[in-house]
């Protein structure tokens, strides 16, 4: 018999799905993806900056209070949208 998953590993899960949620909005808006309701690549440098504020924000309000794999996934992403944005922004 399979066990549910634990609050614990529920949280973690909808934490990292909250991360990729803003991840996902960044690329599209930094015109890495298509936008999947129009189907084209837009770049929209204002929008991608919030995503990121807000994944900055995010990582420093929750110092200390993650497992170590949330953080290190965290600071993964936001690292790797901060150099996409300053490429974009060129």
Known sequence: ME????????????????????????????????NPMTGKTEKNLEQAKMAVDMLDMLEQKTQNNLSSEETNFLSRVVSDLKMVYVQESK
Request: no cysteine; proline share 3%; aromatic share 6%.
């Open 3 to 34: 066990q549910s998953p634990t609050k614990e590993q529920l949280h973690s899960a909808l934490f990292m799905n909250l991360v990729l949620t803003f991840q996902a909005s960044a690329m599209q808006a930094l015109g890495k993806v298509e």
